[in-house]
Nanobody, 115 residues
Framework: VQLQASGGGLVQPGGSLSLSCAAS????????MGWYRQAPGKQRELVAV???????NYGDSVKGRFTISRDNAKDSVYLQMRSLTPEDTAIYYC??????????WGKGTQVTVSS
């Protein structure tokens, strides 16, 4: 599975940004799709994931501010981010896992929150 993410960039504190990720290749058995992030000097952490039954799981630091969604017809997952703070600055990685528990990661897209 290949993952192509887009939508990262620079945004001011309090602003909003959206990320998109499209999967291609062996996408017939995708189960979980979502996003993780890694800030400089920190471990990679969960942002949000959604499974094929539309069950969503969010990291504690983004609950109430970020919204994840997916379009199965397009094999895509989206992340709507609002009320961004400098602590949200990180490289955001698209993630998928299929029904055989095989995982794939995108290359990452930079999100920078700064005035």
């Amino acid at each position: 599975v290949q993952l192509q993410a887009s939508g990262g960039g620079l945004v001011q504190p309090g602003g909003s940004l959206s990320l998109s990720c499209a999967a291609s290749g062996s996408v017939f058995a995708l189960n979980v799709m979502g996003w993780y992030r890694q800030a400089p000097g920190k471990q990679r952490e969960l942002v949000a994931v959604v499974d094929s039954n539309d069950r969503r799981n969010y990291g504690d630091s983004v609950k109430g501010r970020f919204t994840i969604s997916r379009d199965n017809a397009k094999d895509s997952v989206y992340l709507q981010m609002r009320s961004l703070t400098p602590e949200d600055t990180a490289i955001y990685y698209c993630y998928v896992k299929n029904w055989y528990s095989q995982e794939n990661w995108g290359k990452g897209t930079q999100v920078t929150v700064s005035s």
